[in-house]
């Protein structure tokens, strides 16, 4: 049984840098069982409809810009599975979900960034799945939800987002992992209300938790949702543990969620 996970990817400069936040995905990767495939909703990844990957072998997708040439010489070349891709679709469909199948996009840096920590050789399959900001936080959990008996079949699940994650409040001159009063304050908001498992809560965040709208604004929506998919898929167990939370730029979060309890 491998639990499902939400973690912080930051920003793009992770996948070259050496810190306490990437050597604490290293370990991750490093002592978890390794999965025998790998599902990951990105943030990076936006649709109106659920997308599911089935691609043979991935590209990598360099969607940013203005940064080191050392990140755009790197590659992520995972190889997708056709077996779980068609039991992700059979169990959308019995779930009544709408989707679609991509088979040619590849990973953008939400997804690969965060893989080529914790697993640098690129030999776990990978099944790529988009998010839907216009969802509401129910539709999101029922979409992972929907997945949950994957993980019974030693196949991770990885929600790549951000809890705080509002660009327009960085500061990029401050990296002494201090943060912003609001931020923190957010973020052990959801924390409390998550360790309860407390749906109600959490899926009215907008209007409950403190700092809701510097946190998560309009715009970054999308980097926050995907911890509803990876909630949804430890459903039946209703557990949540917070693995690490620092924090960059006076309020980025690096925040890793598990949910469920691997076995």
């Known amino acids: 049984m491998m639990p499902s996970l939400f973690i912080a990817h930051g920003a793009p400069l992770l996948a070259i840098e050496n ?93 690969w960034v965060v893989l080529k920590i914790l697993y640098p050789d690129a030999d776990i399959p990978v099944i790529s799945m988009s998010v839907n900001p216009r969802l509401t936080p129910e539709q999101q959990y029922e979409i992972g939800k929907s997945l949950s008996q994957l993980r019974e079949k030693d196949i991770l699940i990885i929600a790549s987002g951000g809890t705080v994650h509002n660009l327009r409040a960085l500061k990029m001159t401050s990296d002494d992992g201090s943060v912003d009063q609001w931020a923190l304050d957010f973020d052990e908001w959801i924390e409390r209300h998550l360790k309860n498992w407390n749906l109600e809560s959490l899926f009215n965040y907008t209007s409950l938790a403190p700092a809701a709208h510097s946190a998560v604004p309009p715009y970054g929506k999308e980097h926050f949702i995907p911890l509803f998919y990876a909630m949804g898929a430890a459903d039946h167990e209703k557990s949540a543990k917070l693995l690490h939370r620092s924090y960059r730029y006076g309020n980025l979060s690096h925040s890793v969620w598990q949910f469920g309890e691997p076995k």
């Open 19 to 111: 810190n306490a936040y990437t050597q604490f995905l290293q370990e991750v990767g490093a002592t978890m069982s390794k999965p025998k495939a790998i599902v990951l909703f990105s943030a990076h990844w936006e649709s109106s409809i659920q997308k599911v990957s089935k691609v043979d072998k991935f590209e990598t997708i360099y969607d940013f810009g203005g940064f080191p040439e050392a990140l755009y010489r790197i590659k992520y070349p995972a190889k997708g599975s056709e077996d779980v891709t068609q039991e992700i679709i059979e169990s959308l469909a019995r779930r009544g979900v709408p989707f679609e199948v991509e088979e040619e996009r590849g990973l953008d840096h939400g997804a």
